[in-house]
């Protein structure tokens, strides 16, 4: 079943004729996504050759989805135009707008997040890489070929920790994982993503994979302790980043005494969860908790 | 990006709301200047961007402009919490009846922005919400309708604030929104003896993601107080100067976050957070090692990539490349993994340099990294060597 993705999603590709979309449709495509069209309303009405498919572009996802039921948008267009794209695709009513795009004002965010929840959009990202569903569907930038179907979920913050660590696990395999952004205001959080692999039984455990900035991995460990009976094992990056300095991502910025990974660590632990000090170790909890469970 | 005092000051005005006269200067010499021009009596205000100045002597009254030349040579090139002090800001001072605060700040749950305001200004705000949580309000702003005169009437009377703060509440949204701020605050926002709503002492933090519709900030720049992340940044390198001596180059802010920590847990401490991002280019990896080989403090350097969209044989071949263009002067521990591991790790050995050694996992990585930056170079030549 997996979670907000699988081989029955209909894909379109808002951005898709740009250098970034065409490359990772090519990808999609490769993984198994159904990816039925592109959004530009300036190459409206042609279709690109992507090896041996030929996919559509239409001229606004409205024209989209009426023509092919599509379900899913992957956003790759650039900042400055990425609030209207996602406001259109909330407009058509679109379920899920999964945001890959980096350096989004968080003005913006903060409109298309409350324009899209008031219309019952979900939004993933924005700079993030996307969600998989192994051997179903690759909705953005996720390196299918790291790992196999199976029965972890993952959510995550972080790009690269999220492919380190479907990497570690790649023989075990994955249900999904969600890469959730690392910008301040992101659409879908750890929280949301807790809840739907908690409900989904093709889930086993949970790894939540965070880092420094905000609180929504204390507020995760919250709901976990309340209302998560499968098991959890987490990672968090950032123990020696110092006060004020933001570490790549947008939000990863410890503020004062808030937002340190100690902190999140101390929630997360006191919550029942595993809590791995490098990316390997986590692997190693996954493991032994797996273990546990047979 | 955070503004400076006189910065925020600055925007404050352009946007109508009233803060005292003020010059700003580099000089004792233009500090006398300037109070002349203010009218003798004046606040010298460190310009740093941190909290706590007062308490540390970079806030203080002088009397005339002799005074004024006297504490601007005292407070200029002071270090305030690491900062050091390199501009001073001259203010007319005030007649205070009462203190105020205000601010728009993100709320990152609810993903969206929160006015805070509160009749007890001039203090600590986080104290004041901690002792008497009371006496802080907290509203959330609909993004979609912002801060119109209801709202901020709305803000000021959950607050406690006398009615001449609405256009001050308005106005202070108009700043945020229109210059693309993640946080405005004013505090204190004063009354005057004279009744006038005056915008004393501000914090601004801009959206760096802004910034291609913000074109004024290409002049004023985000200012590097270290030469390496300035000599960094001027190359398009996501560097953070840390005080370390384990260089470290990655692909990912998540994955270079965890290899500083992974690198600390071995008991050594990173030198600086670079991510190369995805690509992982020579030109990039060239740069980088370039920048972090210049910072005297590095003993060593750890290479730590993923290979997920860039399999691994380009990132070894970009390595092989970076180091045909750049003199490697100390060890280099290189960890690859993920797509064409293997592929990517034999490029590496074929060529064969002295100082690049390879490891297969992230955590022995960081061990020999760790353990190279701690011997000294006899030792570095014998471990490079075996």
């Known amino acids: 079943m997996a979670i907000y993705l699988t081989k029955e999603s209909k894909v379109l590709v808002q951005g898709m004729t740009g250098a970034e979309g065409m490359k990772h449709t090519r990808r999609m495509l490769a993984a198994g996504t159904d990816v039925v069209g592109g959004v530009n309303p300036r190459k409206a009405g042609r279709s690109i050759d992507f090896d041996d498919r030929a996919i559509p572009v239409f001229g606004s996802v409205r024209e989209g989805i009426e023509a092919t039921g599509a379900d899913v948008s992957v956003v790759f267009v650039p900042p400055a135009f990425a609030k209207a794209a996602v406001i259109e695709a909330a407009d058509a009513g679109i379920g899920l707008a999964v945001v890959i795009t980096e350096g989004i004002p968080v003005h913006d965010a903060v409109a298309f997040h409350a324009y899209a929840r008031a219309r019952g959009t979900r939004i993933i990202g924005p700079n993030c890489p996307g969600l998989i569903t192994p051997g179903q569907s690759n909705a953005g930038i996720i390196p299918a070929d790291i790992t196999k179907p199976g029965r972890i979920g993952l959510v995550s913050k972080s790009g690269t920790l999220t492919y380190q660590l479907m990497y570690e696990l790649r023989d075990i395999g994955f249900s999904t994982c969600v890469g959730i952004g690392g910008d301040p205001v992101i659409g879908t959080t750890h929280i949301d993503c807790l809840a739907a692999f908690q409900d989904d039984p093709d889930t086993d455990l949970i790894v939540l994979i965070g880092e420094i900035g905000g609180d929504a991995e204390e507020r995760a460990a919250a709901y976990v302790r ?69 | 990006m955070d503004l400076y005092e006189h910065q925020a000051r600055e925007l404050f005005e352009e946007h109508g709301i009233l803060v005292p006269k003020a010059e700003v200067t580099d000089s004792p010499r233009g500090a006398r200047e300037s109070a002349r021009r203010l009218g003798g009596r004046v606040v010298v205000k460190a310009q740093v961007k941190t909290g706590g100045r007062g308490k540390a002597g970079g806030v203080k009254l002088a009397a005339d402009p002799a005074a004024a030349e ?111 701020a993640l946080l405005v605050e004013v505090n204190p926002l004063v009354r005057t003896a004279q009744g006038q709503i005056l915008a004393l002492d501000g914090k601004v933090t801009l959206d760096g993601n802004a910034r291609f519709r913000q074109s ?147 955590d022995g990585a960081a061990r020999r990294a760790a353990a190279l930056a701690h011997a000294d170079t006899t030792a570095t030549a014998t471990i490079s060597g075996s």
């Open chain 1, 226 to 294: 309340d209302h998560v009976t499968k098991p959890v094992v987490a990672y968090i990056a950032g123990f020696t980043a110092p006060e004020g300095k933001t570490m790549g991502h947008a939000g990863a910025i410890v503020s004062g005494s808030s937002g340190t990974a100690q902190a999140k660590k101390e929630a997360l632990e006191a919550a029942g969860v595993g809590v791995g000090s490098t990316p390997t170790e986590t692997a190693q909890l996954v493991l032994a908790r797996l273990e546990e469970r047979t």
């Open chain 2, 70 to 180: 006297l504490t601007a040579r005292q407070i200029l090139g002071m270090d305030i919490k690491g900062h050091t002090v390199h501009k001073v800001m001259l203010a007319q001072p005030v007649d205070i009846d009462s203190e105020f605060y205000v601010s728009y700040v993100l709320d990152r749950a609810a993903g969206g922005f929160l006015a805070i305001a509160s009749a007890e200004g001039g203090m600590d705000i986080e104290e004041v919400a901690a002792t008497r949580p009371e006496a802080v309000a907290r509203i959330p702003v609909d993004p979609a309708e912002g801060v119109t005169t209801a709202k901020a009437a709305q803000i000021a009377e959950a607050a406690g604030l006398p009615p001449q703060t609405v256009d001050v509440l308005v106005r202070l949204w108009q700043v945020l929104t229109r210059e693309d």
């Open chain 2, 216 to 362: 004024r900030w290409g002049s004023q720049g985000v200012e590097h107080d270290d030469a390496l992340e300035a000599a960094a940044a001027a190359k398009g390198l996501n560097y953070v100067k840390l005080d370390g001596e384990v260089g470290i180059i990655g692909n990912g802010a998540g994955l270079v976050m965890s290899t500083l920590d992974v690198v600390a847990g071995c008991g050594a401490r990173p030198a600086n957070f670079l991510d190369i991002g995805g690509g992982a280019s020579a030109q990039v990896m060239a740069d980088g090692l370039s920048v972090i080989l210049s910072d005297p403090a590095v003993k060593s350097v750890f290479v730590n990539v993923f290979g997920g969209i860039t399999a691994c044989d380009a990132v070894a071949d970009g390595i092989v490349q970076a180091l045909d263009s750049v003199h490697l002067t100390k060890p280099l521990v290189v960890r690859l993994d993920g797509n064409n591991a293997v592929r990517g790790r034999a490029i590496l050995d074929g060529r064969a340099h002295p100082l690049v050694q390879q490891a297969t996992t992230m």
